[in-house]
Every structure is written in structure tokens, then in C-alpha cells.
């Protein structure tokens, strides 16, 4: 039997955002606020789904089951933008998000000048964290200005020309990102294999033109991929106090830029984990 997203997500839920829920739920439901509530405190008191369990108990309380599934569906939806309301500011990337929808809501509500102002918050909070493929939508709302509105001043030429370099970080992302998941792959073979064909197919990936490119130039992120692939490298070769190296590099990169380390800090917290690994086996 599938369990339906509604019951998995509010089992998921904190305390805290359960009982800030109800409080929304009973603000924002017009006429079925407590209909909702109920069944949403019918599936919390659930350990484990069951649909003519579900029914029996809706049915005891009084709720219709006609349309149970619709009823799972829409109190999904009610979750999810209670969700999204409480956690707007919680990661740089759910702010940046959040701009992106407020721009297009000023933006067809003709509000021009209030647009532009979150415009360039969201261009400085998208490139922080190099969100190059928010970047390029928020830029497009910006030339959309730039193209209805010359009054604004804003040039679309110059807009378009940063759309462009936009799609050329993402692109040298991707790229690297390629590179990491094609060396984790190699990284396990030398694990289970330690032959040198594995690690020739290493000394190949390092020859990719990215390598060649100056950190310096590079986007934060694209020079952490890339550096992580020189760390399986290094793995690999069992080199260990090179592979320490190049993991302090990459926390040193983290530690400069600390909007990028709070939005991956699952990454961060991996690379420290490594080097005490590293650490416990040194003489």
C-alpha cells in the first residue's frame, strides 16, 4: 500500500511546526478549519498508514470519507505553504526563492521601483551563494523591466551579457560536477580493486581543461568540486597527507565565504570528517 506524501510529511514535522500549524491552519482555512485539523491530528496519532483505518476514524469524528484522497491532497498543499512561510529565510537558498516570487508579483503588479529594490538583493544573495540558475531567471526579470519600462534606464545589452556570463559559471559547475561524480565512482573501484588502470583513468580526469584554469578565476564552488576530485585522487593513490592538504583548502574556501558553508553545510561537515579520519591514522 503507497503511503500518501500527506501522512509521510507530517510525520516529519518538529513539534514546533505542528503546533504552529494549527495556528495558520485556523487563520488561513475559511469554513474548514476544523475539518482539516482533525484529520490532521488523526494522522499524527497514526504510527503507520492504513486507508480503512484512516476511514474509521475520520468517520468517528464525524468527517466525511467521500473524498478522502482529495481531502490528503489538499491538506498535503495547506502543509507545504505553511512550511514554506515559516522557513522563507531559514537557507539562502529558500530566500533567494522567495525574491524570485515576490519580483514577478511586483513586477505584474506594476510596481516597477519596489521590483528593482528586490532585484538587487536578490542578484547580491543568488551570486553569495552561486546560484548561477536563479541568477539567470532573476536577470530575466530585470531585462523584462529593462525592455517595458526605459524609463528605468536599465540596459538590456548589459543584462543579456550577464545572463550570458551566468550560463558560463553554471556551465564550468556542471562541468566540475561531472568530474566529482565520475571520480567518486573511481574512488570505489580503487577501493575494491587498487589497480593502476584505475588510477590512469584518475591521471585522465585531471587532465580536463578545467584543471588548467587558474583557482583564482574559478567560482568557489567549481574550485571545491574540483579540489575534491583531486582529494579521491589522492585517496586513491593512498597519498594521505596530500589528500589532508587538499581538504584544508577546501575548509579554508568554506571558512572565507560563510553564506556558501551555511548553504552546504552537509559538504563541510563530510570534508572535516575526513581529515579526523585522516588525523586518528597518522602516526
Request: aromatic share 8%; glycine share 2%.
Amino acid at each position: 500500500m503507497a503511503v500518501p506524501h500527506c501522512f509521510q510529511l507530517i510525520h516529519a514535522l518538529s513539534a514546533t511546526e505542528k503546533r504552529t500549524f494549527s495556528v495558520y491552519a485556523r487563520r488561513h482555512v475559511i469554513g474548514g478549519e476544523t475539518r482539516y485539523l482533525r484529520l490532521f491530528e488523526i494522522i499524527e496519532a497514526m504510527p503507520d498508514y492504513h486507508e480503512s483505518a484512516l476511514r474509521q476514524q475520520m468517520l468517528s469524528v464525524g468527517l466525511p470519507v467521500k473524498w478522502v484522497k482529495a481531502d490528503l491532497n489538499y491538506l498535503y498543499k495547506l502543509l507545504l505553504e505553511h512550511l514554506r512561510l515559516i522557513h522563507r529565510d531559514k537557507s539562502a537558498h529558500m530566500q533567494v526563492s522567495g525574491y524570485l516570487t515576490e519580483i514577478e508579483i511586483l513586477v505584474h503588479k506594476g510596481l516597477i521601483a519596489a521590483a528593482e529594490k528586490h532585484i538587487h538583493k536578490a542578484i547580491a544573495l543568488a551570486q553569495a551563494i552561486e546560484a548561477w540558475d536563479v541568477l539567470q531567471r532573476i536577470y530575466l526579470w530585470q531585462r523584462r523591466i529593462a525592455v517595458t519600462h526605459p524609463e528605468s534606464g536599465l540596459s538590456s545589452t548589459k543584462i543579456v551579457a550577464a545572463i550570458s556570463q551566468a550560463q558560463a559559471k553554471l556551465q564550468q559547475f556542471n562541468s566540475a560536477l561531472h568530474l566529482y561524480e565520475e571520480a567518486a565512482e573511481l574512488r570505489k573501484l580503487a577501493v575494491q580493486k587498487r589497480d593502476t588502470q584505475t588510477l590512469r583513468k584518475f591521471d585522465a580526469l585531471l587532465k580536463h581543461p578545467l584543471f588548467a584554469i587558474k583557482s583564482a578565476s574559478l567560482p568557489i564552488l567549481t574550485k571545491i568540486r574540483l579540489l575534491q576530485v583531486q582529494g579521491m585522487r589522492h585517496y586513491a593513490k593512498r597519498a594521505f597527507e596530500d589528500e589532508f592538504q587538499v581538504h584544508l583548502q577546501i575548509i579554508a574556501a568554506f571558512n572565507k565565504h560563510p553564506l556558501l558553508r551555511a548553504a552546504y553545510a552537509a559538504d563541510y561537515a563530510a570534508i572535516h570528517a575526513r581529515v579526523i579520519s585522516i588525523l586518528k591514522n597518522k602516526d
